[in-house]
């Protein structure tokens, strides 16, 4: 792979990884040379997200004041069109590889722009994020196995031949806090 | 400095303290002081805006009107840390416009984000082709890391600056400003555009970008519109900076630099395998699954001419062929550390023929040769005459002069400045109204070393022998660079 190429298909792994129960479906040929563990496209499928949305209703219980922060992500996208997929991890084990705590969709095509996550236990946490411009529900690559959709993380921060760090990406939430996110 | 390092110099130190003779002492001070050709590989620090060149020699020749641009590295050494590597400095793109018979000269550095989040940081930190880099870098793609600095093709009102990881970066060829990272479609974004396209007879623009053993084949119209976009499978994964192509073929030429590992930074990728020979993979323009592999000797380079059918089928290339990639590897690293001697033999002038039955052969005309460049009128026609820089020596691989060389007659026009000079890459301008192959200027600059400035010649292409028939001089001097095209 060549420079960069093994972290945009790192980060489109790490924002792929919105699971609702189901095994993520992975298409597509290694990246030659590059290890198997980061050389296979993930799809997100709209299915799939949207199970992860039922599954995280259905668990979330009527907490009392602990869980009274939230984050809002505002979203400056280049095109108008299709949906903002957004995953929020608590932990950094979840961040490199486990489960979502929310999810979230920003329908861009009906003028929305923000992902609000209320009721949050204060602490640290971290999004993985892409536009799926073309409404077509999976991060579209090129020929080469690299992302053609805008992919960005909490803070805007960028990889080291890897998707961000949760170090780089992580949010102190305490209180009400925002942050707008490029995806351009 | 990390602490093996330290330990290994303080070892040195304390080793060297043991021997110290006089003729130990003269050697250590040439191995540390600063090589006469560092000019090369300076740092420039800020743009260069437009300035007019005093004409020193010669006179203009009439009819000789456009703008050559070039595209080098121009800056290498932050204070925070360094790129180690030729081949990762800052693109700098530069501009030469020859009209009425005055020169001017400009360079305006590419805005690229590597150079961005590292003047931020004080420090050359992004992974490149020899550069390690560290973990302060900030590559999320390829086009973060896109040092756009390897050669350039000019499209009308803008001119692309190539590097061959990445995007083409759209500069605009009136000022040189930074326009957009270019993507020719939407499904295509990010996809790798090497350092040099070929043209051909009709104004088509071939390109090609590699991932491992698959290519994919760039066809652009005139205007750099794209046309189609098509995956080739290699027979091989390996380290290719350029390819050809005649009127009817793309050739691709797969040397023994094989992909081995995933590694950074992204020489190391590859090993040396002599053993496995070089291959050369001609692939049919009109059907790109048609392909045909033919087998030479192991050889390395850089540079191909541009090829040609002849009547009897046999496809002909020229190139600057290597013995090995230690200048690729330890060459490039020292001309940026500007002292000592350089490793790497310099490459000769070799010719291969391709024949319809499937035999293959290369013979080396034994002339030391880089850049091998031909009339743009000929580009995958039959033509005779290749010119290249020449003076190259071992530990000295730094061109002093230009030739153009006859494959007909075996005989070389050249000319010599001496090692005052760096002579760089020469472009052909055909001679507007002219149609025969030597009807044409050979326009290049040199890092004049005696001066400290950079200038520009123009040299009949027929006469080279007889010196420029013009230099222009500024009063500033570029780093060099590496690959250049000629807008009329």
Redesign the interface.
């Known amino acids: 792979m060549g420079i960069g190429e093994r972290a945009a298909v790192d980060a489109a792994n790490g924002v792929a990884d919105v699971r609702g129960g189901e095994q993520a479906v992975v298409i597509g040929a290694p990246v030659v040379g590059a290890p198997s563990s980061h050389g296979m496209t993930a799809m997100i499928r709209l299915s799939m997200l949207a199970a992860a949305f039922a599954l995280t209703a259905a668990a979330a219980p009527a907490l009392a004041d602990p869980a009274g922060s939230s984050l809002t992500l505002t979203f400056d996208t280049a095109a108008q069109s299709g949906k903002v997929m957004v995953a929020l991890y608590d932990t950094q084990a979840a961040y490199d590889g486990g489960q979502p705590v929310r999810v979230a969709q920003v329908d861009v095509a009906g003028g929305a722009h923000d992902a609000v996550f209320s009721d949050l236990p204060a602490g640290e946490y971290a999004a993985k994020t892409f536009h799926d411009v073309d409404g077509d529900g999976s991060m579209d690559k090129n020929p080469f196995g690299l992302p053609t959709e805008p992919y960005a993380f909490t803070n805007n921060a960028v990889g080291n031949m890897g998707p961000a760090s949760w170090d780089r990406a992580k949010v102190a939430v305490n209180g009400a806090v925002a942050q707008t996110i490029r995806l351009r | 400095m990390n602490a093996s390092r330290r330990a290994f110099l303080m070892g040195a130190a304390a080793l060297s303290a043991a021997v110290v003779t006089p003729e130990t002492v003269r050697a250590m001070a040439a191995l540390t002081a600063t090589a006469d050709w560092a000019l090369a590989t300076a740092d420039l620090e800020a743009d260069i805006a437009p300035r007019v060149m005093r004409q020193v020699h010669g006179r203009a020749p009439e009819g000789l009107e456009g703008a050559l641009f070039r595209n080098g590295p121009g800056k290498f050494r932050r204070p925070g840390g360094s790129a180690t590597h030729w081949f990762d400095g800052d693109g700098l793109m530069r501009a030469f416009r020859v009209r009425d018979g005055q020169a001017t000269i400009e360079a305006r550095f590419a805005d690229t984000a590597k150079r961005r989040h590292e003047t931020a940081l004080g420090a050359v930190v992004t ?2 082709f020899g550069t390690v880099g560290d ?11 896109n040092a756009a600095n390897t050669a350039v093709l000019p499209l009308g009102p803008e001119v692309w600056a190539l590097w061959e ?2 995007s083409p970066m759209a500069m605009s060829a009136d000022d040189l400003a930074t326009r957009r990272i270019v993507t020719l479609r ?7 555009f090497q350092a040099h396209p070929r043209v051909d007879p009709e104004g088509t623009i071939w390109n090609i970008g ?5 290519m ?1 084949v760039w066809r652009l119209n005139p205007d750099g519109g794209l046309r189609s976009a098509d ?1 080739v499978r290699l027979p091989r ?1 390996g380290y290719m900076h350029d390819f050809t192509a005649s009127a009817r073929h793309l050739v691709v030429v797969l040397q023994p630099w094989v ?1 081995e590992r ?1 590694a ?1 930074p ?1 020489m190391n ?1 590859f090993a040396w395998k002599p053993e496995m020979g070089t291959q050369v993979m001609v692939i049919d323009k009109a059907d790109l699954t048609r392909t045909r592999i033919f087998e030479l000797p192991a050889f390395s380079y850089f540079h191909l001419g541009d090829a040609w059918e002849d009547a009897s089928g046999a496809i002909r290339f020229d190139l600057a062929a290597g013995r090995d990639v230690t200048f690729a590897i330890d060459g490039a690293r020292v001309l940026v550390e500007q002292r000592g001697t350089v490793p790497g033999e310099p490459a000769s002038l070799s010719l291969v023929t391709l024949h319809a039955d499937g035999r293959a052969e290369m013979v080396s005309s034994g002339v030391t040769a880089e850049f091998p460049k031909a009339n743009p009128r000929m580009a995958g026609l039959t033509r005779r005459h290749t010119s290249h820089v020449a003076g190259e020596t071992g530990g000295r691989p730094l061109p002093t002069g230009l030739s153009v060389h006859d494959w007909e007659t075996g005989r070389s026009d050249a000319f010599d400045f001496g090692d005052r000079q760096i002579m760089e890459e020469t472009v052909w301008v055909p001679k507007p109204g002219r149609t025969g192959e030597l009807d044409a200027w050979l326009v290049a600059p040199s890092i004049n070393l005696a001066e400290g400035v950079t200038e520009l010649h123009a040299f009949e292409a027929g006469r080279v022998a007889d010196g420029p028939v013009v230099t222009w001089r500024a009063d500033v001097a570029l780093p060099a660079g590496f690959h250049g095209a000629w807008a009329a």
Not at chain 2, 186 to 192: A, R, Y
């Open positions: 992974p490149g973990s302060r870098a900030q590559v999320g793609s390829p086009d973060d890391a990881g990445g939407d499904d295509l974004k990010g996809m790798p590699l991932a491992g053993d698959r994919i995956i994964a992909f995933d950074m992204f990728r």
